[in-house]
């Protein structure tokens, strides 16, 4: 089982999806109605595909998990250049910070960071900040389902891709617990040949997440999950060998 897909939920996935696109230097993968995925591959580490999916109006809710792009030295030039895109500067109350803090063309948040020695091998997404309840116990959870292990990082709690390259995923206090909203943005995880789906599920519910089903979603060939905290998970069914 590995980390395969950041999802972003989108009111018009084309116009999203070429920014982030355009943004990452993401290789097209898809570029359909209602959906659009880019490519992003780091030498020597992982590849993990964002895929913006339809929805039929902008969520509001406070969004738990976000993206930290590299900046470093050039963190002025990558921050003119994101606005060049359609970015735009945001204030979410971040008040002085050496990070920027900007909204993608539908006002998702996001942050171009400053430098940081945890950073050098990220590639262009620096980390991927998730709001948790108890970072401690979640690390426990996410590091199980990734195979990412502990580093020390930016983040109160920070795991990153056994390669020691490629984006953090950094588990942060949340300002509010997580409401009943859908998160505007979540992981996928696929499944490898020979892993069990019904052994990983009872591994997520040791674990202390929880598998949701809704009788009219159908019959979907992934299986939907939370996370300790509350956090939407999918993870998907093996390739097709």
């Not at 999802?7 to 209602?34: I, Y």
């Not at 040791?206 to 939407?232: C, K, Q, T």
Request: proline letters at 10%; aromatic letters at 8%; hydrophobic letters at 40%.
């Amino acid at each position: 089982m590995f980390l395969e897909n950041v999802v972003v939920d989108a009111v018009d996935p084309q116009r999203l999806g070429h920014f982030w696109e355009a943004a990452l230097g993401g290789e097209n993968l898809t570029d359909e109605p209602g959906i659009v995925e880019t490519r992003v591959a780091v030498d020597g580490g992982p590849t993990l595909d964002f895929c913006f999916q339809q929805v039929p109006e902008a969520p509001a809710e406070p969004q738990r998990l976000h993206l930290d792009l590299y900046g470093d030295a050039q963190q002025a030039a990558v921050v003119e250049r994101l606005r060049g895109l359609g970015a735009r500067p945001l204030d979410i109350g971040q008040g002085d910070v050496p990070w920027v803090v900007l909204g993608d063309v539908e006002g998702n948040p996001f942050c171009v960071m400053e430098s940081r020695a945890a950073y050098v091998d990220t590639g262009p997404v620096a980390a991927l900040p998730l709001d948790s309840a108890d970072p401690e116990r979640d690390a426990g959870f996410w590091s199980w389902l990734t195979g990412w292990t502990r580093v020390e990082g930016a983040g109160p709690v920070t795991l990153c891709h056994p390669s020691r390259r490629g984006p953090l995923l950094e588990l942060c206090p949340e300002p509010q617990a997580k409401g009943p909203a859908k998160n505007r943005m979540h992981l996928d995880l696929r499944l490898e040949p020979g892993d069990d789906p019904d052994a990983v599920a009872r591994g997520i519910a040791d674990r202390g997440g929880r598998e949701v089903f809704h009788p009219e979603w159908g019959d979907l060939p992934w299986r939907f999950y939370l996370d300790p905290s509350g956090n939407e998970l999918c993870v998907l069914p093996a390739p097709q060998e």
